[in-house]
């Protein structure tokens, strides 16, 4: 919750200062793209055929229209904020003061991480990680590559968004959202846990559901804690 808080309040002072646009197309072009638009910087590497390019809303916006002449799909992420470029330079400092006490446990299971493209644990962790997080491109792709021998994705969010470039990037494995907008959020979250029983995933029934036909409540909403 901290390291959320703190990301959000300080990226709005960062708003306002560029956009973001997905663009799909081979590496080859993006550096070129990169080269002829000084202004512009890759921001996140979601596969080896899609990139994010953060920077001034005047210079995507030539660069989308010139894609879609070429019939290259880009589009246009919504909000006024470059996440993952030196837009978010002018935050560091705050950033590095709010997130450098928090503390890394070791992790019980293998964790990836984004930051590094890579295993990441402990001996891993230092102070400006999530500083490193909100400024440095994201390495999904190489996330994903390096995770090349799991069959089963599951991705918690709100929407998936993500799931496309596991699906084209991963194509023999499973990949399983938890939420989804557009449909009723507890039957896609059961449809998903259904699916993972199916594949031979043992799943703990006792966390969830009913008890003597009242709802069992696992986690209390605790707000004057949280305040």
């Not at 990139?51 to 916006?61: C, D, I, M, S, T």
């Not at 837009?87 to 590095?96: R, Y």
Request: net charge positive; aromatic share 10%.
């Amino acid at each position: 919750i901290k390291i959320s808080y703190y990301r959000s309040k300080c990226q709005q002072k960062t708003v306002g200062t560029g956009n973001m646009l997905v663009i799909n197309d081979d590496i080859s072009k993006i550096n070129q793209y990169l080269e002829k638009y000084n202004n512009l910087e890759l921001a996140v590497i979601n596969s080896s055929k899609s990139f994010v390019l953060a920077g001034r809303k005047n210079e995507l916006l030539e660069l989308k229209n010139m894609a879609s002449l070429e019939n290259i799909s880009a589009i246009m992420i919504k909000g006024n904020c470059p996440f993952h470029s030196s837009k978010q330079d002018i935050i560091k400092d705050e950033i590095l003061k709010n997130t450098s006490s928090i503390r890394f446990n070791q992790p019980k299971i293998e964790l990836l991480s984004t930051v590094t493209g890579t295993n990441f644990d402990y001996s891993d962790y230092s102070d400006d990680y999530w500083w490193k997080n909100i400024r440095e491109t994201v390495q999904f792709n190489d996330t994903i590559e390096y995770n090349c021998d799991v069959d089963i994705f599951i991705e918690i969010s709100p929407h998936p968004v993500l799931s496309y470039y596991l699906k084209n990037e991963t194509k023999s494995t499973l990949v399983l959202p938890t939420s989804n907008r557009k449909e009723n959020s507890s039957r896609r979250f059961l449809s998903s846990l259904a699916k993972l029983y199916f594949s031979g995933v043992k799943i703990n029934m006792n966390n969830f559901g009913t008890v003597d036909k009242k709802i069992k409540h696992i986690n209390q909403w605790n707000m004057k804690k949280f305040r």
